[in-house]
């Protein structure tokens, strides 16, 4: 068993009024290697000023970690294959919808890769198959996730 730690550090910040519900919900976000980022709601679920659209927000976050892990499997599949891989690319696009019960969710995240290489389509279609089933993020969500021709491609 291996652990994975994240802090979440939010601050009340002078002028705020927390019990109105007027107050900055923007946040730093620190992994155990010593990366630092700001966090924040999306702008669309939080308005400014309460929020900081220069931030990452959970969702994005969620789409970055399947995206990333997927490439990671990708990419290690792709070697041990003897495919040369130069370059990856992913547009991922995450799509939230309601679920009942006034509850929304991440219903379905579309990983879009271009990828560079000496593979053919159907090499890297089964490259990709056999990262989707690797990937510890997408084996731990109940998530749809796809992974569809690059846009403009």
């Not at 155990?32 to 990452?56: F, H, L, M, R």
């Not at 040369?84 to 009942?100: L, P, S």
């Not at 990828?115 to 056999?130: F, G, N, P, R, Y």
């Given at each position: 068993?291996?652990?994975?730690t994240?802090?979440?550090?939010?601050?009340?910040?002078?002028?705020?009024?927390?019990?109105?519900?007027?107050?900055?919900?923007?946040h730093?976000?620190?992994?155990?290697?010593?990366?630092?980022?700001?966090?924040?709601?999306?702008?669309?679920?939080?308005?400014?000023?309460?929020?900081?659209?220069?931030?990452?927000?959970?969702?994005?976050?969620?789409?970055?970690?399947?995206?990333?892990?997927?490439?990671?499997?990708?990419?290690?599949?792709?070697?041990?294959?003897?495919?040369?891989?130069?370059?990856?690319?992913?547009?991922?696009?995450?799509?939230?919808?309601?679920?009942g019960?006034?509850?929304?969710?991440?219903?379905?995240?579309?990983?879009?890769?271009l990828?560079?290489?000496?593979?053919?389509?159907?090499?890297?279609?089964?490259?990709?198959?056999?990262?989707?089933?690797?990937?510890?993020?997408?084996?731990?969500v109940?998530?749809?996730?796809?992974?569809?021709?690059?846009?403009?491609?």
């Amino acid at each position: 068993m291996t652990g994975h730690t994240a802090k979440v550090l939010w601050t009340a910040r002078d002028g705020d009024d927390f019990l109105r519900g007027r107050y900055s919900r923007t946040h730093t976000l620190s992994f155990d290697g010593g990366t630092t980022v700001e966090g924040s709601p999306a702008a669309i679920n939080v308005p400014a000023p309460w929020s900081d659209a220069a931030a990452v927000d959970p969702e994005e976050m969620f789409v970055a970690a399947l995206s990333a892990c997927h490439m990671l499997w990708f990419l290690d599949f792709a070697r041990r294959a003897g495919v040369n891989v130069t370059r990856y690319e992913d547009d991922a696009v995450g799509t939230m919808a309601d679920i009942g019960d006034g509850r929304r969710a991440v219903t379905r995240v579309a990983l879009r890769p271009l990828i560079a290489s000496d593979a053919d389509a159907a090499t890297l279609a089964a490259l990709h198959e056999k990262a989707h089933h690797a990937c510890f993020i997408a084996n731990s969500v109940r998530t749809e996730i796809v992974v569809e021709p690059y846009p403009g491609a």
